[in-house]
């Protein structure tokens, strides 16, 4: 082999050499691009945080439980109670209950599963709230309910509007749902 063979082969393999590592530095760099999931969940009774707790595990999401500045109490649930705190707050549509806790760097997640009850037909206020407090412009905002019988109602007609520039996906029931049930829910949604 001459010289110049031997000089031409060693540029070749050195060529490779890079191409390859860059190769490698791309695909380190796409796998280090994937997106951050948030599960925040309301839960008055316990019901809605262990569906957030399976959303979470199935997603591999961080969990946020938002909790109110004042915790209820069982009177302030008593739906039969026209003047209990969640009666009055869900006959005002524009309540906002204090939020007692705030999510540190919402701007990470680009999805956020947002878990509650249904009270009256829709969202407790409180979850407008927890909306308000941040710009979710772009996200998706995958919202998810508990309930004892009632369906998702008027849902996005009133948790729209407080984060209106976010991908909304329709709501769903995870009332009772398995693990599996909603790991297939999570896979439809992409």
């Not at 979470?56 to 999401?61: E, I, K, M, R, S």
């Not at 206020?125 to 995958?142: C, H, P, R, S």
């Not at 769903?172 to 398995?178: A, D, H, P, Y």
Request: glycine residues 6%; negative net charge.
């Amino acid at each position: 082999m001459t010289s110049n063979m031997k000089r031409i082969s060693i540029l070749v393999a050195f060529a490779v050499a890079l191409l390859l590592t860059a190769c490698a530095q791309k695909q380190k760099e796409n796998q280090s691009v994937e997106t951050k999931t948030l599960v925040a969940y309301f839960s008055a009774t316990g019901t809605t945080a262990e569906a957030a707790q399976k959303v979470a595990a199935v997603t591999g999401g961080d969990l946020h439980e938002i909790q109110p500045a004042e915790p209820y109490t069982d009177a302030d649930l008593n739906w039969r109670d026209k003047q209990s705190r969640s009666s009055v707050e869900m006959a005002d549509k524009s309540s906002r209950p204090a939020v007692k806790n705030t999510v540190e760097n919402i701007e990470k997640y680009d999805t956020i599963y947002v878990g509650f009850p249904i009270w009256w037909g829709i969202a407790p206020t409180i979850v407008n709230t927890f909306l308000e407090q941040y710009k979710l412009d772009g996200k998706t905002l995958v919202p998810f309910f508990t309930s004892g019988g009632s369906d998702k109602g008027e849902t996005l007609k009133y948790l729209q509007p407080s984060a209106p520039n976010g991908n909304w996906k329709e709501p769903m029931n995870l009332t009772s749902m398995s693990e599996d049930d909603i790991k297939k829910w999570v896979e439809s949604l992409k």
